[in-house]
C-alpha cells in the first residue's frame, strides 16, 4: 500500500489513519494482534520510526496496547462489552498459562476455554503448563440467590438444582484439562476448585495475571421445574453478564494495571481464607 504524495497529513498520519480504519470497521477485531512493526514497514513501504510514531498516535487514542515481547494489540475496549475467547486463546500462546475464574457455576469458564483447549490438543497452541483456579458459590449453604420468587426464601431444592448445573461444569472444566496432561501434551494441567458462602453478584476472569475481566450477574425471575413442577424463582443469569475488560499496557497511564492488581489481590484473599475445598 502506497502512500498519498498530495494528501497534507504526514506520513505518520496516514498510516495511523489507515489503521484506524482497519480497527474501526472490524478488520482487526478487539484483543487481536496487529502486524509487526517490520510488516508494517514493508506494507507501506516507510521508515520503522514512521510505523513508531503511527501506533504511538494510536495508542494516545487508546484504540492499541502494546506488550514487550509480546506485540500490539487491538484494545479491547472498556467502553463495550468484548468476547472472552480471542483473549483466553492469546493467552495460551504463553508457555505457562493461568487463568483465575470466580463466579457462579463455572458454565462460562468452561465456555470461554473449550474452543482454546481443542486447540491444544491439535497441537495449534503448544502451553508447557495450565493451571485453573476456579472459585464459586457454595450451593450447600443458604444464600440470598438462587430463592423462590414469591417470597425470596431459601429452597433447598433450588440449591440442589444450582448445584447439579455446578457439578456438571466444573467437572467438565477438571476433565478437559486434565486429558491435556494425560496425553502428554503439556507437562502439567492442575484445575483447583474452591467454594464460599457468598452470593454470586459477578464474575471475574484473570488472565496470566495480566488481564482482568469482569461482568456483573443480573438478578433476573425466571421459571424452573423442581420436582417436576413449575417454580418462580431469583437467579442469577450468567449469559446476560456483559463482561468489560482490563487490558494494561506497557504505556498504559489508566487505572487497568491498578484494576488488575486489585483483581488479583482480591482473588487471593477469598481463596485463602473464608473459600474450602469444592467436593461433589
Request: net charge negative; hydrophobic share 40%.
Amino acid at each position: 500500500m502506497s502512500l498519498d504524495p498530495d494528501d497534507p497529513r504526514t506520513p505518520s498520519q496516514q498510516i495511523a489513519a489507515a489503521l484506524r480504519a482497519e480497527i474501526k470497521t472490524g478488520k482487526f477485531a478487539p484483543g487481536e494482534k496487529l502486524p509487526s512493526q517490520h510488516d508494517l514497514v514493508e506494507r507501506f513501504s516507510v521508515a520503522r520510526e514512521t510505523i513508531k510514531a503511527a501506533l504511538r498516535k494510536l495508542q494516545e487514542e487508546r484504540l492499541i496496547v502494546t506488550r514487550q515481547g509480546s506485540g500490539t494489540f487491538v484494545r479491547a475496549n472498556t467502553e463495550r462489552p468484548v468476547g472472552l475467547r480471542p483473549h483466553v486463546e492469546r493467552a495460551f500462546e504463553a508457555t505457562h498459562v493461568t487463568i483465575d475464574f470466580a463466579g457462579f457455576s463455572g458454565e462460562t469458564l468452561y465456555n470461554a476455554i473449550q474452543e482454546t483447549l481443542d486447540k491444544v490438543r491439535i497441537g495449534r497452541l503448544t502451553p508447557e503448563s495450565i493451571r485453573l483456579r476456579v472459585l464459586i458459590s457454595d450451593m450447600t449453604a443458604p444464600m440470598a440467590i438462587p430463592c423462590r420468587a414469591e417470597d425470596q426464601a431459601d429452597d433447598p431444592a433450588i440449591r440442589a438444582r444450582a448445584q447439579r448445573i455446578t457439578d456438571r461444569s466444573i467437572h467438565a472444566v477438571i476433565d478437559a484439562v486434565q486429558e491435556l496432561a494425560d496425553l502428554d501434551l503439556v507437562k502439567s494441567a492442575s484445575t483447583e476448585v474452591r467454594v464460599h458462602k457468598a452470593a454470586p453478584l459477578f464474575k471475574l476472569f484473570v488472565i496470566n495475571e495480566e488481564e482482568a475481566f469482569f461482568g456483573f450477574y443480573p438478578v433476573v425471575e425466571h421459571t424452573v421445574t423442581i420436582d417436576g413442577k413449575p417454580m418462580a424463582i431469583y437467579d442469577a443469569m450468567g449469559k446476560d453478564a456483559i463482561l468489560f475488560p482490563f487490558t494494561p499496557s506497557d504505556e498504559d497511564s489508566s487505572n487497568d494495571a491498578l484494576y488488575v492488581e486489585q483483581a488479583r489481590a482480591w482473588f487471593d484473599s477469598m481463596w485463602r481464607t473464608i473459600a474450602r475445598e469444592y467436593t461433589s
